[in-house]
């Protein structure tokens, strides 16, 4: 829920939905005759380096490394995809993978069960949290990668694993044989009615079925008697464009734009636009953002700005407004910059990239200072006024919003960070291992998970595992606990890793939401959105439009 760094990393790759056209057959033949000299070049440097270089080195690491260098020269978006990277966003973008259905990390240096996912081969065989799986196939999980490991547990469907598993609070493991089945990768994971009356939906990622995922969420909570949505795409880093134009149908008006793109060549001139069909919800809608929020994320961000449907709270988005085309190369993929995408009000959202660091690494102002751990978080932040160079463009009701990188918040909020003495905490898995430790001996687990109360008597006895373990020094957790704000942060984060140990990651999640500056924040102002819908509705006519049209 946190961030421990405000590290923003280049990332989601727009394909699917963006394809723009391969480029095959437009080149000048010229151009392939210049490009078959240089292939010669390339193809005798190679054989050069492969006979001569003092150790040797495969031609496919030759031939990669090349390849990389070479998109290196375009943009920070464009790529090449090695076969595993490029199978990899394939899955993602499919929505599901084959495996055995558990998250897993490496807590204590093993691998260990988050959680199971429902409905799955794990679930159904009883892994659950904390669960160390000690060996995959007979192969040792001791020093094993969280990626490694993911591979051995994931394979054809149908197929079999045999998994060696050590569990708290039993003296010897036991081995199951699981068979693997699809399991969805869901992207709208946290779905529930966090007030009443209000819908709150996290969506992670846009994969193929995130328009479904998000239409069905907001379905049973409207039939669980919800009136608004509270939308969260922060540290959504995009993905399939026309999952994107799926979850902004269910949002805007039929035939509404919701964004255009413009590149090189002629058929990169496109025109999205919201569906007829489907789920159409009207009521008050606002929607988080951070520097996390990049690519598809951006367009429901921008196209929910530009047409005044409701407000934005965060902080400013990525600012990555390229389209990319996925082309297959046999088991690899080029992941290509062909077009730029345009939000309705006519911004192109890309920030300037002619410094890397600056573009990984943007500076987050000084106007927007976070609370310290403890303090109370200060109110919703209008947007500021860019400077005189900065574009300007108009809503649909006559606001000014404003190009030049990444979409601005209509509200400003920072959420606050955790002390150095919690991040440690964090870093050593404390609470999570205090929450299975908790949970080892219940036979209900999920009811002990509910009935659990962080009080003094919790707190004294995560204290001694905390000094025993050496996670702190004593005066160290001394400390913390007697400070209010951290004695208050551990005592919401021992109950919500009890919760996701329990109960599920949903109800876990759920519990920290009370601790959320920016969803506090953004459920203060649903009448604001409501009132800024409604004034849009009645002043969006053809005539001012074109008006703005004309400004541009």
């Known amino acids: 829920m946190r961030p421990v760094l405000r590290t923003v990393l280049a990332v989601a790759i727009v394909g699917g939905g963006a394809v723009i056209g391969a480029v095959a057959g437009r080149a000048n033949p010229a151009d392939y005759s210049s490009a078959d000299a240089f292939l010669a070049r ?14 040797h080195v495969e031609a496919s690491e030759l031939v990669y490394a090349s390849l990389d260098g070479m998109m290196e020269l375009l943009d920070p978006h464009s790529s090449f995809l090695h076969p595993e990277a490029f199978a990899a966003m394939r899955e993602r973008q499919e929505g599901s993978f084959h495996g055995i259905g558990v998250i897993i990390s490496i807590r204590g240096g093993r691998v260990t069960v988050i959680a199971p996912i429902a409905d799955t081969p794990a679930a159904r065989m009883g892994l659950r949290a904390g669960d160390i799986i000690d060996s995959i196939d007979g192969a040792s999980t001791e020093g094993m990668s969280i990626d490694d490991a993911a591979r051995g547990l994931r394979g054809p469907e149908g197929s079999t694993v045999h998994v060696t598993v050590a569990r ?8 199951v044989t699981l068979t693997r089945a699809r399991v969805p990768t869901e992207s709208t994971r946290y779905a529930f009615l966090i007030s009443p009356d209000t819908a709150y939906i996290r969506i992670s990622d846009f994969t193929r079925t995130t328009g479904d995922e998000f239409r069905h969420a907001l379905e049973r909570l ?7 949505v509270l939308l969260d795409l922060r540290d959504n880093p995009g993905g399939m464009v026309d999952s994107a134009v799926d979850v902004a149908s269910v949002l805007l008006e039929p035939g509404q734009q919701v964004f255009s793109t413009k590149g090189r060549t002629g058929d990169s001139f496109q025109d999205y636009r919201s569906r007829s069909d489907g789920l159409h919800f009207s009521g008050p809608l606002v929607i988080l953002v951070n520097r996390g929020s990049a690519s598809a994320a951006e367009i429901v961000a921008g196209t929910v700005q530009d047409h005044d449907r409701g407000l934005l709270v965060g902080e400013t988005t990525f600012g990555k407004g390229v389209v990319q085309t996925i082309y297959p190369v046999r088991d690899a993929g080029l992941a290509l910059t062909t077009a730029k995408y345009y939000t309705p009000s006519g911004r192109c959202i890309q920030r300037d990239f ?63 960070e955790f002390s150095e003495r919690l991040v440690r905490l964090l870093g050593n898995s404390a609470f999570f291992h205090f929450a299975v430790d908790f949970l080892a001996t219940a036979e209900d687990k999920a009811a002990a998970a509910r009935a659990f109360v962080a009080d003094d008597e919790a707190l004294k006895r995560f204290r001694e595992r905390v000094v025993a373990e ?18 208050r942060d551990i005592q919401l ?24 500056e920016q969803i506090q924040a953004a459920l203060k102002l649903f009448a604001e959105a409501a009132e800024l819908h409604a004034r849009a509705r009645g002043t969006a006519t053809p005539e001012r439009t074109a008006e703005r049209a004309r400004a541009h």
Do not use: C
Request: hydrophobic share 35%; glycine share 10%.
């Open 42 to 55: 390339y193809t005798a440097t190679l054989n050069l380096v492969a006979d001569n270089a003092p150790r």
């Open 168 to 175: 708290p609070g039993l003296k010897e493991p036991f081995e």
């Open 222 to 228: 409207l039939g669980e008697g919800a009136l608004r």
């Open 493 to 516: 984060t021992l109950r919500t890793e009890v919760l996701n140990a329990g109960v599920s990651l949903t109800e876990g999640y759920r519990a920290m939401t009370a601790a959320d």
């Open 470 to 487: 050496k996670w702190l020094l004593p005066d160290e957790i001394d400390a913390a606990l007697a400070n209010p704000g951290e004695r």
């Open 354 to 416: 002619d410094s890397f660091f600056e573009y990984i690494h943007p500076s987050e102002g000084d106007d927007l200072v976070a609370p310290e751990p403890g303090e109370e978080q200060p109110p919703a932040k209008p947007r500021p006024t860019p400077g005189p160079d900065t574009p300007v463009y108009f809503t649909d009701s006559g606001r000014r919003v404003y190009g030049g990188g990444g979409i601005v918040p209509d509200h400003e909020v920072r959420l606050a």
